[in-house]
């Protein structure tokens, strides 16, 4: 039990395979490769059908067709499986049928093994030749041509014909790709076999399977007889008749051709009767005018030119055997003399020794001539068996036959010869095989053979579902065959669709048809665009306690996702873009918000957000707020920023405190920069402000270009109106003895100084004779010295001087300065005074 079990869980798997792997190819949209396929191609109208064998043609092309369009329609007859559109195949030249390319190839190695085997076996040792038990040569047997044959047709093929590669149709490719638009096992390209019956035109299909349909060329050809015009025919039936009768007068010279249309001098025998004599001219009867020649039944009876002999010839016309005796020429019973001779005198025996071969073959006749057949040899000799086992001694006509039976295996290699004495010229083996074909259903009924069976040649007729459809398949293929049946499937469908597939065997297909039903998962309510999904076949879990049960069921999955396109704005309302319904949410476009901040200066810089209003460009909750500083510029001359935050103008005005000199440098004066740098007014206004504000109020402390200081309140720039100075300028002489004070406008006017008079002039003089006093005292005082310098030098070095010795000082060693220690001690003073400064500079 547990075997059986076993056997039928592998046997369940074997289908379910195939059943997917039908499945897995799909469908091929067959009304368009048939329209790719006729393109070059006009089928045969009613009118131009004339040939019975050209619609058989095209019926058979179609038939290879539908069995190559349909994955499974076809059958290998090697291994009795289905043929798939994507497996290498190889096609017979003569009949067309398909195998799989492996199992082809298996075949044709097999045959031609067994071939092999069994020319050995039967040969031997005979390849020589040998002597029978008659002591004559029997030359070998000639050996068959080594060849492997088509399982279908049985048409022989040479080994170099041996498939090796996986071709086309029209075998222009190799190794063909699968296309779901082209016929499957086919290049694609225009066939270009040469038409049969030849016409001299090509196929103008594109590479297909089984015969080239009838050749649709067209030609202006005329009829048979030629007396019609010429007619625009197509190729396979320019041989047409014009129905006009033929009238052209017969071999008997006396009636007319009545038949229709034919070729010249191809007239039919005349079928009319008429009286007519036999050779001999005894008789005479009815006969038709082609056959007026006929022999009658008589023996012609003439007498020769010997008066004893008669001519014994049935019916015949001429003289007989030219008048002389045929038995005039005789010779004797040995056949060694012969002579001319009355033919109603017997011959005698020539006296010599017959030495005719007797029926031994080895031996001749040793009697003296004479009539009637010679005696049995009677030669006795030693004889062997045909077998060659046993001697005996034996007259040389009689052959030696032992009892002994042969052990030899015959040709089929399974059952032994038990012929007595065979002499190893064991006869085929004429059992017949029985063993049980791949069928299941019958058994071989051909002589006991090698290797295996011959595929069952019967065929059973199947029957589609709905019973409509019926083909023929090979016997044992009742369950894998696959039959094409065009009508629709009348199994109730699973799903809410309407069948709109075929009929076929075993479970329905998955409907392919869309859903169209509201998305009800979503919620969105679009119609679903997804494949039908209401009954879908999912493996079912295993379950110890029920193994025989289906291993997949039929459930309703819910809708996919919806895949509508839906039009989606962005959280921040800046585009709007299609996305799928399923992923139809407002997200982030990653795009900048700029919306305008309450500033008014500046826009959101935050990545697109949510917004309590997207139309709206203005700030809202989730906008950044602004953190720049005030950006309006600021009166021509403030230098401060706005304290504030970035906000709209007017800034408010500056409060700053100004702390700077007054215009004579004497004052520090204290005013705001917002009173200081007011742009309000005129241009002049704008000065004479700021002027007062820079003006501490005191007299300037300039002076004019006169060297008197200014009379105006401090202020900037040149002191004004410098030629009102009515100040007192003291003026003098050349030698300054005299002095005046004048105004200072007079001064400027020219009048600069005094004219020396006569007490000036003399106080001069006196002056000048001092001064040269002064200048000969100087002169006198300096020659004195040089003088006395002069006698101190020639006393010292007048006379020879004794050579001073070198003294050495011997005091306390001076101290060597670190200066590498001492450049670190100034830059670390440097470094501490410069960090002073910045600081002082920074509180500044």
Same mark, same amino acid.
């Given at each position: 039990?547990?075997?059986v079990?076993?056997v039928?869980?592998?046997?369940?798997?074997?289908?379910?395979?195939?059943?997917?792997?039908?499945?897995?190819?799909?469908?091929?949209?067959?009304?368009?490769?048939?329209?790719?396929?006729?393109?070059?191609?006009?089928?045969?109208?009613?009118?131009?059908?004339?040939?019975?064998?050209?619609?058989?043609?095209?019926?058979?092309?179609?038939?290879?067709?539908?069995?190559?369009?349909?994955?499974?329609?076809?059958?290998?007859?090697i291994?009795?499986?289905?043929?798939?559109?994507?497996?290498?195949?190889?096609?017979?030249?003569?009949?067309y049928?398909f195998?799989?390319?492996?199992?082809?190839?298996?075949?044709?190695?097999?045959?031609?093994?067994?071939?092999?085997?069994?020319?050995?076996?039967?040969?031997?040792?005979?390849?020589?030749?040998?002597?029978n038990?008659?002591?004559?040569?029997?030359?070998p047997?000639?050996?068959?041509?080594?060849?492997?044959?088509?399982?279908?047709?049985?048409?022989?093929?040479?080994?170099?014909?041996?498939?090796?590669?996986?071709?086309c149709?029209?075998?222009?490719?190799?190794?063909?790709?699968?296309?779901?638009?082209?016929?499957?096992?086919?290049?694609?390209?225009?066939?270009?076999?040469l038409?049969?019956?030849?016409?001299?035109?090509?196929?103008?299909?594109?590479?297909?399977?089984?015969?080239?349909?009838?050749?649709?060329?067209q030609?202006?050809?005329?009829?048979?007889?030629?007396?019609?015009?010429?007619?625009?025919?197509?190729?396979?039936?320019?041989?047409?008749? +014009?129905?006009?009768t /033929?009238?052209e !007068? $017969?071999? =008997? #010279?006396?009636h007319? @051709?009545s038949?229709? *249309? %034919? &070729?010249?001098?191809?007239?039919?025998?005349?079928?009319?009767?008429?009286?007519?004599?036999?050779?001999?001219?005894?008789?005479?009867?009815?006969?038709?005018?082609?056959?007026?020649?006929?022999?009658?039944?008589?023996?012609?009876?003439?007498?020769f030119?010997?008066?004893?002999?008669?001519?014994?010839?049935v019916?015949?016309?001429?003289?007989?055997?030219?008048?002389?005796?045929p038995?005039?020429?005789?010779?004797?019973?040995?056949?060694?003399?012969?002579?001319?001779?009355?033919?109603?005198?017997a011959?005698?025996? +020539?006296?010599?020794? /017959?030495?005719? !071969? $007797?029926? =031994? #073959?080895?031996?001749? @006749?040793?009697?003296? *001539? %004479? &009539?009637?057949?010679?005696?049995?040899?009677?030669?006795?000799?030693?004889?062997?068996?045909?077998?060659?086992l046993?001697e005996?001694?034996?007259?040389?006509?009689?052959?030696?036959?032992?009892?002994?039976?042969?052990?030899?295996?015959?040709?089929c290699?399974?059952?032994?010869?038990?012929?007595?004495?065979?002499?190893?010229?064991?006869?085929?083996?004429?059992?017949?095989?029985?063993?049980?074909?791949?069928?299941n259903?019958?058994?071989?009924?051909?002589v006991?053979h090698?290797?295996p069976?011959?595929?069952?040649?019967?065929?059973?007729?199947?029957?589609?579902?709905?019973?409509?459809?019926?083909?023929?398949?090979?016997?044992?293929r009742?369950?894998?065959?696959?039959?094409?049946?065009?009508?629709?499937?009348?199994?109730?469908?699973?799903?809410?669709?309407?069948?709109?597939?075929r009929?076929?065997?075993?479970?329905?297909?998955?409907?392919?048809?869309?859903?169209?039903?509201?998305n009800?998962?979503?919620?969105?309510?679009?119609?679903?665009?997804?494949?039908?999904?209401?009954?879908?076949?999912?493996?079912?879990?295993?379950?110890?306690?029920?193994?025989?049960?289906?291993?997949?069921?039929?459930?309703?999955?819910?809708h996919?996702?919806?895949?509508?396109?839906?039009?989606?704005?962005?959280?921040?309302?800046h585009?709007?873009?299609?996305?799928?319904?399923?992923?139809?949410?407002?997200?982030s476009?990653?795009?900048?918000?700029?919306?305008?901040?309450?500033?008014?200066?500046?826009?959101?810089?935050?990545?697109?957000?949510?917004?309590?209003?997207?139309?709206?460009?203005q700030?809202?909750?989730?906008?950044?707020t602004?953190?720049?500083g005030?950006?309006?510029?600021?009166?021509?001359?403030?230098?401060?920023?706005?304290?504030?935050?970035c906000?709209?103008?007017?800034?408010?005005?500056?409060?700053?405190?100004?702390?700077?000199?007054?215009?004579?440098?004497?004052?520090?004066?204290?005013?705001?920069?917002?009173?200081?740098?007011?742009?309000?007014?005129?241009?002049?206004?704008?000065?004479?402000?700021?002027?007062?504000?820079?003006?501490?109020?005191?007299?300037?402390?300039?002076?004019?270009?006169?060297?008197?200081?200014c009379?105006s309140?401090?202020?900037?720039?040149?002191?004004?109106?410098?030629d009102?100075?009515?100040?007192?300028?003291?003026i003098?002489?050349?030698?300054?003895?005299?002095?005046?004070?004048?105004?200072?406008?007079?001064?400027?006017?020219?009048?600069?100084?005094?004219?020396?008079?006569?007490?000036?002039?003399?106080?001069?003089?006196?002056?000048?004779a001092?001064?040269?006093?002064?200048?000969e005292?100087k002169?006198?005082?300096?020659?004195?010295?040089?003088?006395?310098?002069?006698?101190?030098?020639?006393?010292?070095?007048?006379?020879?001087?004794?050579?001073?010795?070198?003294?050495?000082?011997?005091?306390?060693?001076?101290?060597?300065?670190?200066?590498?220690?001492?450049a670190?001690?100034?830059?670390?003073?440097m470094?501490?005074?410069?960090?002073?400064?910045?600081?002082?500079?920074?509180?500044?």
């Amino acid at each position: 039990m547990c075997n059986v079990a076993k056997v039928e869980k592998i046997a369940q798997k074997l289908v379910y395979a195939y059943a997917s792997s039908s499945e897995d190819e799909g469908e091929l949209d067959e009304k368009q490769i048939l329209d790719q396929l006729y393109k070059h191609y006009q089928p045969t109208s009613g009118r131009s059908s004339g040939k019975p064998g050209s619609d058989k043609d095209v019926a058979r092309t179609t038939t290879f067709l539908e069995n190559t369009l349909h994955s499974g329609a076809a059958t290998c007859l090697i291994c009795i499986g289905s043929i798939r559109r994507v497996e290498p195949i190889w096609s017979c030249e003569s009949c067309y049928c398909f195998f799989h390319l492996n199992c082809i190839q298996r075949w044709a190695n097999d045959s031609m093994m067994q071939m092999k085997v069994r020319a050995e076996q039967q040969n031997g040792n005979q390849n020589q030749g040998h002597y029978n038990h008659l002591g004559e040569f029997v030359p070998p047997k000639r050996q068959k041509s080594l060849h492997w044959c088509c399982p279908q047709c049985r048409r022989d093929y040479q080994p170099a014909e041996k498939p090796t590669q996986y071709n086309c149709f029209c075998g222009k490719e190799e190794n063909p790709q699968s296309q779901p638009f082209l016929v499957p096992h086919s290049c694609g390209e225009i066939c270009k076999k040469l038409l049969q019956p030849k016409c001299g035109h090509d196929c103008k299909l594109l590479c297909h399977p089984g015969p080239c349909p009838p050749c649709a060329q067209q030609a202006q050809v005329s009829c048979l007889c030629g007396k019609s015009t010429p007619r625009s025919m197509r190729c396979i039936d320019k041989q047409w008749k +014009c129905q006009q009768t /033929c009238k052209e !007068l $017969l071999a =008997c #010279g006396k009636h007319r @051709c009545s038949q229709v *249309c %034919h &070729r010249p001098g191809q007239c039919p025998p005349c079928s009319s009767k008429s009286n007519q004599p036999c050779e001999c001219k005894r008789e005479s009867k009815v006969v038709s005018c082609s056959d007026r020649k006929w022999k009658c039944t008589n023996i012609c009876g003439a007498t020769f030119a010997c008066g004893l002999h008669t001519c014994e010839k049935v019916c015949h016309a001429g003289p007989c055997g030219g008048g002389e005796c045929p038995l005039e020429v005789k010779t004797c019973p040995c056949g060694k003399n012969s002579q001319m001779r009355p033919c109603n005198e017997a011959v005698e025996t +020539c006296g010599d020794t /017959c030495q005719k !071969l $007797l029926s =031994c #073959g080895q031996h001749s @006749c040793t009697q003296r *001539c %004479h &009539r009637g057949n010679c005696i049995s040899c009677p030669v006795r000799t030693k004889k062997k068996c045909r077998c060659g086992l046993h001697e005996k001694e034996l007259p040389c006509s009689k052959e030696h036959t032992c009892e002994t039976k042969c052990k030899q295996m015959r040709d089929c290699g399974k059952h032994a010869c038990n012929r007595k004495c065979c002499g190893d010229q064991c006869p085929p083996c004429e059992k017949i095989c029985g063993k049980q074909l791949s069928c299941n259903k019958h058994k071989c009924q051909s002589v006991c053979h090698n290797g295996p069976c011959y595929p069952c040649k019967l065929e059973s007729q199947i029957n589609c579902r709905c019973g409509k459809t019926r083909r023929s398949v090979p016997c044992g293929r009742e369950k894998s065959a696959r039959i094409v049946c065009l009508e629709l499937c009348r199994i109730s469908a699973k799903c809410h669709h309407a069948i709109k597939h075929r009929c076929h065997k075993g479970e329905c297909p998955p409907c392919g048809q869309v859903c169209a039903l509201p998305n009800s998962d979503s919620g969105c309510g679009h119609i679903c665009k997804a494949r039908c999904h209401e009954a879908v076949r999912v493996n079912r879990p295993a379950d110890a306690a029920r193994p025989q049960t289906k291993k997949y069921e039929y459930k309703s999955l819910p809708h996919p996702r919806c895949e509508e396109s839906v039009s989606v704005t962005c959280i921040g309302g800046h585009e709007v873009a299609t996305w799928p319904c399923w992923n139809s949410k407002p997200t982030s476009c990653q795009r900048k918000c700029s919306r305008k901040l309450n500033c008014g200066n500046h826009k959101c810089s935050l990545v697109c957000h949510s917004v309590s209003n997207p139309q709206d460009m203005q700030q809202q909750a989730g906008c950044a707020t602004c953190e720049e500083g005030c950006i309006i510029p600021r009166p021509t001359g403030c230098a401060h920023a706005c304290p504030k935050g970035c906000h709209p103008p007017p800034c408010t005005p500056c409060g700053f405190v100004i702390k700077s000199k007054c215009h004579c440098g004497l004052t520090q004066l204290v005013y705001k920069c917002s009173e200081y740098f007011d742009e309000a007014g005129t241009v002049q206004e704008i000065i004479d402000r700021r002027e007062r504000f820079r003006s501490c109020g005191n007299r300037c402390l300039k002076n004019y270009p006169c060297a008197h200081r200014c009379m105006s309140i401090c202020h900037s720039g040149k002191c004004p109106s410098p030629d009102l100075c009515r100040k007192k300028v003291r003026i003098f002489c050349a030698c300054k003895r005299l002095k005046q004070e004048i105004a200072c406008d007079k001064h400027r006017a020219g009048q600069t100084s005094l004219e020396c008079d006569s007490s000036c002039v003399a106080e001069l003089s006196r002056a000048q004779a001092a001064e040269q006093q002064h200048l000969e005292q100087k002169r006198r005082n300096e020659e004195e010295r040089n003088r006395l310098e002069l006698e101190k030098f020639e006393q010292k070095f007048g006379k020879r001087k004794h050579k001073e010795r070198r003294t050495i000082d011997v005091g306390p060693p001076k101290s060597k300065i670190n200066w590498e220690q001492t450049a670190i001690y100034v830059a670390s003073v440097m470094i501490v005074l410069g960090a002073i400064a910045v600081a002082f500079y920074a509180d500044s």
